[in-house]
Structures are given as C-alpha cells and as structure tokens.
C-alpha cells in the first residue's frame, strides 16, 4: 500500500467518522465542505484514496463508497457468521470496532463477524462472540476459517487431503461437511475472538 498525504489521511478519518454517525458515506460536496476545497479537489482525494486501496467507489452513484483500509486501528463488522450450518453470504457494514493493533497483520485487511450457532465451542467460539478474520485466500490443515460454498459461508475447522476439503466443527455433536476443492473459497482465517461478558 502506498502511504497516505496528511490531507489524504485527513479525508479519509473525515469519510471514516462521518459513516459511523451517519451510517452511510459522505458526498463529494460534503466532503468540500469540510476541507474548504473544491468539489473537484475532493473528488481528486477520492480518486487517489481509490488508487492506493483505501476506498472503493462505484462511479455515477452519489455516496456509492467504502473504506476497504483503516488507517485507525478500527476494523469493520460486516455482519454474522453461522457456527453451525452454511447460511447464505450477505456482507453489510454494521460498524466499526477498535482493535488492538498487535492483533493485526501488517498488509492485510481484517473484518469482524459475529458469531451465530454453536458448532465451534470447542475452540472456545461462542454465540454472541466477534470473530476477528484476517482476509486471505488459503489455509493451512487446522485453521478455523470463514468458508464459502456454493455461495453460503460457514465457519469451520479446514482440512484439505487431496482434492477433497473437510469443514469440521468444533463440537463433539456435530458431523464433518466434505466438498471437493474447487467447490470451497476461502474468505479468511480467524486470527482472534471477541466476548462480551
């Protein structure tokens, strides 16, 4: 990743603040507005935002923006997970959450999941619990990760022999879920646990 201007950096704690009180993003005139700048200075900040991978943005939609990189130690929580069975995959940001840096991989994004179901309570996984996901793409033979299959996600032990892959809870009664490798994505691993007591 590129490293941010203070002005970038500015704007996008600006779009970062803004979308926790308001719940949705800022405009283009709004974010002028703030920075005493023309539309087109803040859409010019957009765009190179846009290029270094901190937001991304649908052109031709008003507010159609997303932070994809922090530069706080703020993670987003996009929504729940099944610890149990796969449930179908749909990402909406819930909020943002503070999380200890030293729980964080450096060039990686993160997001948070809360957990929903109880098939992972022999790992210490909870209903009710925040998962900390680290985004990637692979796994190694024993990661708990965030799993999609045909389009439905599941949280689950991953084991991989072969062209076969295994999504095993962590609860004694439950049974295993085999698919064939090209079936399975991965969406990240499970790199830290979140309870409120």
């Known amino acids: 990743m ?3 201007t203070q002005r970038q950096k500015n704007v996008l704690l600006f779009i970062e603040e803004f979308i926790e ?25 957009l765009i190179a935002l846009e290029k270094k991978g901190y937001i991304e943005r649908k052109n031709g939609r008003p507010r159609a923006l997303k932070i994809t990189r922090s530069i706080r130690n703020k993670v987003p929580l996009i929504g729940e997970i099944r610890a149990g069975e796969k449930r179908e ?11 200890p840096k030293s729980f964080l991989s450096n060039g990686y994004d993160h997001f948070l999941l809360r957990v929903k179901g109880d098939s992972m ?27 999609m ?7 689950k032990k991953f084991f991989q022999r072969g062209n076969t892959v295994e999504l095993r809870p962590a609860n004694r009664e439950m049974s295993s879920m085999y698919f064939k490798a090209e079936s399975v994505k991965i969406l990240g691993k499970v790199v830290g646990v979140f309870r409120k007591l």
């Open 2 to 4: 590129k490293e941010l």
């Open 121 to 147: 309570i022999e790992e210490h996984i909870c209903e009710g619990d925040l998962v900390l996901v680290r985004r990637q793409e692979w796994a190694q033979n024993g990661d708990i990760v965030v799993a």
């Open 89 to 99: 995959a749909v990402e909406y940001l819930e909020d943002f959450m503070e999380v």
């Open 21 to 45: 009180k308001n719940g949705f993003p800022p405009s283009v005139r709004e974010i002028a507005r703030r920075f005493r700048i023309t539309p087109r200075g803040a859409l010019l900040h």
């Open 149 to 155: 299959v045909d389009g439905e996600v599941t949280l």
